[in-house]
């Protein structure tokens, strides 16, 4: 077994520093019953320490920024981070202030630690959150060690656990001032100690925390599940006139579907980020949308953002954005790819998607085109040019109408005007007399839109061996003149 811990120490802090610049020059502080439970930075440099009351943090810098610390933005925050840490591995736990991941099964698929660590850090640090970070064979043994430092170093367990401060321990810290007293200030240093008199001194809760780090009691977790659907709002701190800072907050939108949408072994198609307006009497429309068509179902948070970027970047707001929501418009079932050695067909069409979604993206839609068939018998009008909509492949037809678009041979260039052939010899001449190979392929059709064909098709060659299309156009009964009308590559 193999666990992560994330501890998130100063969670009620990034809750109110997140989306908020000016948190970056001035002193911000979060309190509790007007004590000082965390501060910025800034506010650290003019001397205001957690457990400092609201009126003495006030006297050190009268620019203070305080805000009340809330248990909801709270939760709302370690949801985003589980939500998140649902990319790497189902089985992910709630904890106060963290988060427990078991990663058995997943370092294969991930590379090996350093990648799968990598890849998690970096998700959480763009949600902006601080962690710490710990790894070990017990969940226990990686939460205390998360709790009070950050390390996933290769050691034994009971190295790894030795020098964790006792303080840190839940069933410890009503005996904390005792076991000073005696001079037990590590796990290690207490775990020497007889068991016995650990009993009957502080009860057995505090043996069975011990035993639970070490594996030598078994552990019951409350896995974490994600949501039946995804609807998530996120209320920005401050107006925001420019795109570019939007980016930011709608990537915390992202990586939660697309946690979301691994939860549920499903993708997405086509998505739409709503930019909620200030309201006003002087503007009507409150709510811009943001739409993204992706040509193939996708679920990784790195492509969405490009494509979002992509969008944004031509989005002119008629007023500042306050508020922001994501809604998945069409989600399909897409299962976890398969390892393989060798590009695959389904690899080339996804490369293939990845880039026309970002041509769609930066130049619209309707600008990235593909060619479709109509059900038409005029090679002029049997084809439409229409916005990509999804790479998958169309259904083949059977029977007897595969058979038959078998023999009807088409040219791959197909002339965008008929050209008018002369003849000699009553022979049609194209930089040479012409030899009739195979037809005629008789097409009569059009009635019903005034633009009747009425032609003889037939494959030509000429002296240089170019296989050439050409018909002859029948008026009524009689036959007129030679049209070429493509070539055979």
């Known amino acids: 077994m193999l666990w992560i811990a994330l501890h998130f120490p100063q969670l009620p802090l990034d809750t109110v520093l997140r989306c908020r610049p000016e948190a970056a020059t001035t002193p911000v502080v979060v309190v509790e019953r007007k004590r000082v439970i965390g501060g910025s930075q800034s506010a650290t440099d003019c001397g205001i320490t957690p457990g400092m009351s609201e009126a003495n943090a006030w ?80 969940a226990s043994a990686a939460w205390l060690v998360a709790r009070s430092r950050g390390e996933w170093k290769d050691k034994t367990l009971s190295d790894l656990l030795a020098p964790v401060p006792l303080a840190v321990l839940v069933s410890a810290r009503p005996h904390l001032d005792t076991l000073l007293g005696i001079g037990c200030q590590t796990l290690g240093q207490l775990r020497r100690m007889p068991r016995a008199g650990i009993a009957r001194r502080f009860g057995n809760g505090l043996l069975r925390e011990i035993d639970r780090a070490y594996g030598d009691e078994a552990e019951v977790h409350a896995w974490f599940t994600a949501p039946a659907s995804f609807d998530v709002r996120l209320e920005l701190p401050a107006q925001v006139s420019n795109t570019d800072a939007l980016l930011f907050a709608a990537r915390r939108l992202l990586l939660q579907l697309t946690g979301w949408l691994n939860a549920h072994q499903s993708a997405i198609n086509s998505i739409t980020l709503w930019l909620h307006h200030e309201t006003t009497r002087q503007r009507d429309r409150r709510s811009t949308p943001v739409h993204i068509q992706l040509a193939s179902a996708s679920r990784d948070p790195a492509h969405l953002t490009l494509l979002l970027k992509e969008r944004l970047g031509q989005v002119a707001l008629n007023a500042p954005v306050i508020e922001l929501s994501l809604a998945a418009d069409q989600i399909v079932p897409l299962a976890t790819p398969n390892t393989e050695l060798f590009p695959s067909a389904a690899t080339q069409a996804e490369s293939i998607g990845l880039l026309i979604e970002r041509l769609q993206s930066r130049l619209g839609i309707d600008a990235v085109r593909q060619l479709s068939l109509v059900a038409d018998h005029r090679p002029e009008k049997s084809y439409a040019l229409l916005p990509i909509q999804s790479l998958l492949p169309t259904p083949r037809s059977t029977g007897t109408k595969v058979t038959a678009q078998k023999r009807m041979v088409r040219p791959t260039w197909l002339l965008a005007r008929p050209l008018a052939l002369i003849t000699r010899q009553h022979k049609p001449f194209y930089q040479s007399p012409l030899t009739l190979l195979a037809g005629p392929e008789r097409i009569e059709s059009g009635w019903w839109d005034d633009a009747l064909a009425l032609r003889d098709y037939f494959i030509a060659e000429n002296d240089n061996h170019a296989l050439l299309w050409i018909f002859r156009q029948r008026v009524g009964n009689v036959e007129s003149g030679w049209f070429l009308h493509g070539y055979f590559g």
């Open 59 to 138: 006297s050190m810098n009268a620019a203070l920024l305080t805000f009340p610390r809330s248990p909801a933005q709270e939760l709302e925050a370690l949801h985003e981070a589980a939500l998140w840490a649902l990319h790497f591995t189902p089985q992910v736990v709630l904890q106060d202030a963290g988060l427990l991941l078991d990663i058995t099964a997943s370092l294969r698929l991930f590379g090996g630690f350093d990648n799968l660590s990598a890849q998690l850090a970096g998700g959480i640090d763009d949600l902006g959150l601080t962690t710490q970070m710990a790894c070990a064979s017990t």
